[in-house]
């Protein structure tokens, strides 16, 4: 309840704020465009109190109302099934074609042997994504979905992206909205928010023409919360995109959520540059705990906000959860796309859970559903 949370202790305003700006986003109100304008100016101390405020205020009767003491994660493995692709986006450094020496197509036998090793460690959901390959046939695809059902039971398959259903329907010649039906039906479990990078289409089409654009992007999770998915939603910022466009990204999100109600969590992340054929300034840390404050206040109806160590860092990644995030990601066994572009983080369950204690909050473990998984503590069982 709002009225059990104390309000954020701020300083003076740097800058003149909108009337009572403050006041709506301690009360748990929704933020126009303008607003969140006149937030992204606000100091980061107080931006991240906020924003701290309205992770209490949107987790608060969480977990037999101990969501406010929790900070989530999963044991999962990004699977990248093929690094093939025919989109060509200016800010990957992980694609390749088929005349690449170094391109792939995993096996059978391969991607048994990431199931095996991710199972040891108490895995129970792989990130199953790869490039727009041209020649893999739908087959192909329910094949392994199939198998991975069949042999990995534990084990959600949360995969592929809005632009790979975009890209398959065009190579299967088949309507979308069968194509992610057969794919559910085959045993994906939910679907990642990858390749939204901004959803505004003048910044789609300088850093990936080739790929769907925003309005088809938004079209796949209509139809996976329709079917009963859950999926989630990114941002991939500081590369050619506006503050202004940012916050339409935001908007776009909101607005989809409000309509089909279907997102567990939104992370966003930094353009990493290294590698790549995009050349932008890369933005710091600052600039990402802005927005993810920012993007905690902004959408006030998806529940959970994940920080991203994987391209700020473990400490970094600690210190996000006191500007919004109520989740800190996956231990991640395996990470490809990103590392490709020069930045190659990892952490195990014993960091994650040291760095979120440290923070001030009780680590425990989920699903994809942000289901607790684990068993509670001694002292929380006895209570």
Request: hydrophobic share 40%; net charge negative; charged share 25%.
């Amino acid at each position: 309840m709002i009225e059990t949370l104390e309000a954020p202790v701020l300083a003076e305003p740097s800058h003149a704020l909108p009337d009572g700006l403050v006041d709506r986003v301690i009360a748990g109100e929704r933020i126009t465009d303008d607003d969140a304008l006149a937030l992204y100016r606000f100091p980061l101390a107080d931006l991240g109190a906020l924003a701290d405020h309205r992770r209490d205020l949107a987790k608060g009767a969480a977990y037999g109302g101990r969501g406010k003491e929790i900070v989530t994660y999963i044991i999962d493995r990004n699977i990248n099934y093929t690094n093939v692709c025919n989109v060509y986006c200016k800010f990957c450094a992980f694609y390749r074609t088929e005349k690449d020496f170094d391109h792939y197509v995993l096996s059978r036998e391969q991607l048994d042997q990431k199931l095996d090793e991710l199972t040891a460690i108490g895995g129970i959901q792989i990130l199953l994504q790869g490039g727009h390959h041209p020649k893999l046939g739908i087959d192909w695809y329910l094949d392994m979905l199939s198998h991975v059902r069949a042999k990995y039971p534990h084990i959600n398959v949360h995969g592929f992206s809005p632009p790979e259903f975009n890209h398959f329907a065009e190579v299967f010649k088949m309507p979308l909205r069968e194509v992610i039906t057969r794919f559910h039906a085959a045993g994906l479990g939910s679907i990642p928010g990858g390749g939204g990078e901004i959803l505004v289409d003048r910044v789609r089409r300088r850093i990936a023409p080739l790929k769907c654009d925003s309005d088809h992007w938004l079209e796949v999770m209509q139809i996976a919360h329709e079917l009963g998915m859950k999926t989630s939603a990114t941002m991939m910022f500081g590369h050619v995109e506006t503050v202004p466009e940012r916050i339409e990204h935001l908007r776009r999100l909101r607005v989809q959520q409000d309509q089909s109600g279907g997102f567990t969590a939104f992370i966003c992340w930094t353009f990493q540059p290294d590698n790549t054929k995009l050349k932008a300034p890369p933005v710091g840390s600052h600039e990402y705990l802005r927005m993810q404050a920012l993007s905690r206040i902004y959408l006030d109806n998806i529940p959970n906000v994940q920080s991203s160590w994987v391209t700020q860092g473990p400490r970094i990644g600690q210190v996000a959860l006191r500007h919004g995030a109520n989740d800190y990601g996956s231990v991640m066994m395996e990470e490809n796309v990103v590392s490709k572009a020069g930045t190659s983080f990892r952490v195990t369950v014993e960091e994650i859970e040291r760095l979120v204690r440290e923070a001030g909050y009780e680590p425990r473990r989920r699903n994809n559903w942000y289901e607790l998984v684990d068993e509670a503590p001694v002292a929380e069982a006895a209570a």
